[in-house]
């Protein structure tokens, strides 16, 4: 039924596909047990067993020794099991080996299934395996189909597609098949159609992996990133900051000439980013989180986790940003809840009675049309000086 040339196979498969011949065997052996059950009886107490070292296969079923047999597919007469082993008693288990003639189609059929199914199993365990290597990196991919909004991309090293979704695409994004694409692995499934891998341009883990690439003294981990909050396609705030002296953090990023800065920016399709210098203390990190508005002042609400920020009146609206991304986007970075203020905000108000009496007089002034014109004026009495004490 089994040659010598099936158990080659099963050699060559162990080297080319990286698969274990042991896990292999066992597999089939527990797969041709079940066909041979299902051939000749569920109730048969059977075990098929492979032996690579002789390139055969031998199929034994058990029975238990009786004085007398009920069920033949499980229990063996005394008499019968002592032909077989003269030191056989009634309770011991007896290991008969079966014929396998009428066996051997069936058991080909099998094993053709099960090492197919095992070929695919290993080689999608051994795909997520490489794989999950791979998350959590910056890879150059090529576009190798698009599906509507959706991006494949052909992972390298690799017979896998990722894919790459619209929200995980900056916007202004345009792609062709064949274009060379960077992408950062998200995340890595597993399912019923092999591998999945979900791959981004739009996550955090992008930009900060662009960093990692451009900028060596964050590579080396001279220079730390704390923090990323971003909007993709519009703007992010990078905070970053480094234990040694000798090392300029945000200099560091921008490199000579911003060629460093720059090449970032260009990936990520002109989006805008302002790099943070982290600070320990909230009040300064708050206000260096709201660049590039000038902060005059700052106060913290630990119980609430909130600030308030004043800033000049003429850069109120450069701090909140359009559509208040700018704060939005500092309050991510920093984790407080941030309310800007401006400048005139604290400002003394006057007292309540110069308040009333100005009101007054101008309601007064406004309501009076008597003196509206200067031929008014012309026509009053002149008034002698000596008749003011009276008046």
């Known amino acids: 039924m089994v040659n010598k040339d099936f158990f080659k196979a099963l050699d060559d498969l162990e080297a080319e596909k990286k698969i274990d ?76 080996e079966e014929s396998t003639k009428d066996f051997g189609r069936i058991a080909a ?16 365990q051994t795909a997520i395996s490489e794989l999950s290597e791979k998350e959590d990196e910056l890879l150059t991919t090529i576009v190798k189909r698009i599906d509507g909004d959706n991006v494949y991309v052909q992972i390298p090293g690799t017979n ?31 399912s019923f159609k092999g591998p999945q891998i979900q791959v981004s ?45 000798n090392v300029d953090a945000i200099g560091a990023c921008v490199g000579n000439r911003g060629t460093r800065i720059n090449t970032i920016v260009n990936e990520l399709n002109g989006e805008k980013i302002d790099l943070v210098e982290y600070s320990d203390d909230p009040l300064e990190y708050i206000a260096r989180a709201l660049s590039p508005a000038k902060v005059l002042s700052v106060e913290t609400n630990d119980s609430l986790n909130m600030s308030q920020v004043i800033v000049p009146d003429d850069k109120l609206s450069l701090a909140i940003g359009k559509g208040g991304q700018n704060v939005r986007l500092a309050a991510k970075l920093t984790g407080w809840k941030i309310d800007v203020k401006p400048e005139s905000y604290i400002k003394p108000a006057k007292s309540s009675e110069e308040t009333e009496d100005v009101e007054y007089e101008l309601t007064e002034l406004s309501d009076d049309n008597s003196f509206d014109t200067m031929s008014d004026l012309e026509e009053l009495e002149p008034i002698d000086g000596d008749e003011f004490p009276e008046i």
Do not use: C
Not at 163 to 189: A, S, T
């Open 160 to 190: 896998t597609e990722g894919v790459m979704m619209k929200n995980d695409q900056i916007p202004g994004d345009k792609f062709n098949v064949g274009d060379r694409v960077k992408v950062y692995v998200k995340k890595i499934k597993d």
């Open 109 to 124: 059929q099998t094993a053709k299934q099960v090492v197919m199914q095992k070929l695919r199993e290993m080689e999608r």
């Open 21 to 96: 011949k042991e896990t292999f065997i066992q597999t089939l052996e527990t797969a041709l047990t079940s066909a041979y059950k299902k051939m000749y009886g569920e109730a048969k107490s059977a075990m098929v067993k492979l032996y690579p070292e002789k390139n055969t296969i031998r199929i034994y079923s058990y029975k238990t020794v009786v004085d007398e047999v009920t069920d033949p597919d499980k229990e063996i007469d005394l008499n019968e099991a002592r032909t077989i082993k003269k030191s056989y008693k009634v309770g011991d288990i007896v290991a008969v």
């Open 201 to 245: 341009r739009s996550n955090i883990g992008f930009l900060r992996k662009l960093f990692e690439l451009e900028v060596p003294e964050i590579a080396s981990g001279d220079v730390k990133i704390k923090n990323i909050a971003r909007d993709a396609g519009n703007r992010a705030k990078v905070a970053v900051y480094t234990d040694r002296p």
